[in-house]
């Protein structure tokens, strides 16, 4: 077969393109117009980050307590003296341990179905998103748009999306946890510990939190992409 | 002749399968259109008018025939060629405009330049060049929903020219239009057609059309009824309203 030849005699080369910064801002545009829109996928990333930076944390700070407490038993067996307050934190401990380690459990397994349900979530949004678009995206195509492109305003849209709304979710689910602990035990479970602990777990949260966002995004992009440019021809539904 | 002819489809034959009946849209169309013509397809409803429409610009595929775009057969294009024909050689008018709503007139206008690789600063000095030709110098920035039918149409039209095509296709440019934005977009259209050089093919319901086109396409059943000229219709233009009839 040979190569196909314009008028001109020049054979057609394959030079549309889309550059990184023109699909941002395009994306940008689109999220900032269907806003409402937009924060609704993105309150559903936010509420399942939240409830799984708050099971994390709440296991930090057990962890906190649980050294704490292992601390105050090994001055107590070194012989030392130990407050009134002290033995009431040992024996609670003792008692909450088992209980606090099934929960936790639980809480993890939870915290996952979360993730999951608000994944699955964010795909029937996107999907309600190609279809109000299918004409802009049908007028893209005709005008020269590959299937590339559309997938990738579709993915940089969500992804921006995820990512700010895992880490406000981290920074929700964080907040209320530590507030509760600050009301429960005082400033004493606030050590460098929970710190490092904390800056990791934003980390994890924004990554899960994007992760699941691009999985997410992969069929409705995917059905987005495939639709025909006479798609932009119909009239209006 | 590489030049003579901008668009040619041979034996076009386009069919849809409904349950167990074959329906045929189009039924061997052979249609030639001069390089710089203004060509108008109409039609009634379901005569094929659109499924023609449709195969010239490269949006569907037919059954079988051929469709010829500057002697480049479509059925030999892969889907980054086919982008590229839609992108350099046809400019596309749609009658709902299909502006892209986050977009400013100019974004909209630029947007196909942007695909072609073209820098933002050409690309933008295009843009308003073409909305100043279309008479939106003063509305550059302006939204889609801010501006009137007619003024999307014309942004619309501008859009189709960015990448200097030697098609424009228009579908039912007018119909979403009052009679006198009709008639303003119309003249448009052929101010372009004489000055530019570009090939206008618009499926049409719209008389006025009539006046404007070189040669006019009636098709009727999926096939072609007759090719009129514009200057047997001059003679004819007192029974314009017959036209409605007589389909």
């Known amino acids: 077969m040979s190569e196909p030849v314009s008028a001109s005699g020049t054979v057609i080369r394959r030079q549309i393109k889309l550059p990184f910064t023109k699909a941002v801002e395009i994306s940008l545009k689109s999220i900032r117009i269907r806003f409402w829109r937009s924060m609704i996928t993105a309150a559903g990333i936010l509420l399942g980050i939240a409830f799984f930076a708050s099971v994390r944390m709440s296991a930090v700070f057990s962890h906190a307590q649980q050294t704490r407490v292992d601390e105050k038993r090994a001055t107590l067996a070194r012989g030392g003296k130990l407050s009134a307050e002290d033995v009431i934190l040992i024996n609670s401990a003792a008692a909450n341990a088992k209980e606090e380690a099934a929960a936790g459990t639980r809480l993890q397994w939870l915290s996952i179905m979360a993730l999951l349900v608000c994944t699955v979530g964010i795909t029937n949004s996107m999907l309600m998103s190609v279809t109000e678009r299918f004409k802009e995206i049908g007028t893209m195509k005709c005008l020269g748009a590959l299937d590339g492109f559309i997938v990738k305003l579709f993915f940089i849209e969500s992804c921006f999306l995820g990512f700010i709304a895992s880490v406000l979710g981290f920074v929700v689910g964080w907040l209320v946890i530590s507030l509760i602990r600050l009301a429960m035990d005082g400033v004493e479970v606030f050590g460098p510990y929970f710190w490092m602990q904390s800056l990791r777990l934003c980390g994890q949260s924004a990554v899960i939190g994007t992760v699941l966002t691009f999985l997410a995004t992969i069929f409705p992009a995917y059905r987005a992409a495939k639709m025909p440019p006479v798609a932009a021809l119909r009239a209006e539904v | ?247």
């Open chain 2, 1 to 247: 002749m590489a030049n003579e002819y901008v668009v040619r489809t041979k034996d076009l034959v386009k069919e849809y399968t409904m349950g167990d009946q074959t329906l045929k849209a189009l039924n061997g169309v052979s249609l030639d259109i001069f390089r710089g013509e203004y060509i108008s397809i109409m039609g009634p409803s379901g005569s094929g008018k659109s499924t023609l429409f449709n195969a010239v610009g490269g949006l569907d595929k037919p059954s079988s025939g051929s469709v010829f775009i500057n002697d480049v057969d479509m059925a030999q294009l892969d889907a980054q060629e086919l982008a590229y024909l839609r992108c350099h050689t046809i400019g596309y008018i749609f009658q709902t405009f299909n502006l892209i709503p986050v977009m400013t007139a100019l974004e909209n206008v630029t947007l196909p330049t942007v695909f072609a690789g073209m820098s933002t600063d050409e690309g933008v000095e295009r843009g308003i060049e073409l909305l100043e030709l279309v008479g939106l110098g003063g509305r550059l920035h302006h939204k889609p929903s801010e501006l009137s039918g007619g003024q999307q149409q014309r942004v619309a039209i501008a859009r189709s020219l960015a990448n200097n095509p030697s098609i424009i296709l228009a579908d039912e440019p007018t119909g979403n239009l009052d009679l006198n934005t009709g008639k303003e977009i119309i003249d448009l259209l052929k101010s372009l057609n004489k000055d530019q050089g570009v090939t206008i093919i618009s499926a049409t319901h719209d008389l006025k059309m009539l006046d404007v086109s070189d040669r006019i396409v009636w098709i009727r059943d999926g096939q072609i009824a007759k090719v009129e000229e514009r200057k047997d219709l001059d003679i004819r233009i007192g029974e314009m309203e017959g036209q409605e009839a007589l389909h």
